[in-house]
């Protein structure tokens, strides 16, 4: 999985059991983050956001719901699907079929998110430099980038290890199995997910897919996010805009400014 591309091809069956897995994810937390963000560094009112990795909107839509106008960009074709059946009745996101290395939109926002890892599933270090110039080309000067990364430090220091999660609903229970392979040098990690699906007692799915995910250190994206014509202005543990970005804090988030 070399580009964001093969992102789409990761979440392939994944994807179908991706809401009930993340279920405990508190999207509107993570809105509250991203507009405490808007509030703290941006110099104009920020009304239309680009969402880049939208998966099934689980930001784009409380986002649009509070007022912004949301484009919702994902190379996964199930989860823009899922997306759209849950936006419904919500005049926007407008969500599209399509990846950060591909992006090209008649539009220029205010503001591009790509939350919860999209960034690392960009392993090339020229793709990574690609999706940053795209995303440039479509803000506004003076717009925000955020997006949220596994941080390198913390990688090394508390190394990855077997997970396992349970999550279920009145139809279904699923287990899910994260196995990682780390290869430190070459700054990534193979998760290998083995999902299992069970209704009325019998297993309906047994998936295995494999996410091959990038780390990045603070430093280094900084310099990425510099080269493509970004200022940063914070570097900070996700969801905590005081917090230090050290060996202690494996998810970080970015803020950087268009100029």
């Known amino acids: 999985m070399s580009q964001e591309g093969g992102k789409a091809k ?23 983050f991203i507009e405490e963000i808007f509030a703290k560094f941006s110099s104009k009112p920020i009304k239309s956001i680009l969402d880049g990795g939208c998966g099934t909107g ?15 960009i994902d190379s996964s074709e199930i989860m823009i699907k899922r997306a759209k059946e849950k936006a419904e009745s919500v005049l926007n996101p407008d969500f599209r079929v399509m990846d950060l290395l591909q992006l090209d939109l008649d539009d220029r926002f205010d503001a591009c998110i790509c939350m919860f890892a999209v960034m690392d599933y960009i ?11 795209n995303v440039m080309e479509h803000l506004e000067k003076d717009s925000l980038f955020i997006f949220d990364f596994w941080n390198g430090l913390a990688v090394l220091s508390n190394l990855p290890s077997v997970r396992v999660k349970i999550a279920e609903d009145k139809e279904r229970r699923v287990i899910r199995i994260a ?57 900070c543990p996700f969801l905590n805009l005081e917090g230090k970005a050290d060996e202690n804090e494996w998810n970080i988030a970015v803020i950087a400014k268009a100029i």
């Open 10 to 32: 990761a979440f392939e069956k994944y994807a179908e059991y991706y809401d009930l897995i993340y279920e405990d994810k508190d999207y509107e937390k993570e809105c509250d």
């Open 179 to 235: 196995q990682p392979e780390l290869d430190a040098f070459n700054h990534i990690c193979q998760v290998n997910y083995r999902l299992i699906a069970i209704e009325n007692s019998e297993v309906i799915d047994d998936i295995r897919e494999s996410h091959v995910i990038r780390f990045f250190f603070p430093q280094e994206i900084a310099h990425y996010l510099e080269d493509t014509g970004f200022e940063v202005l914070k570097i």
């Open 123 to 133: 392993i090339q270090t020229e793709e990574v430099l690609k999706a940053l110039s």
């Open 58 to 72: 689980g930001h784009a839509i409380p986002l649009a719901k509070r007022g912004y106008e949301v484009t919702g």
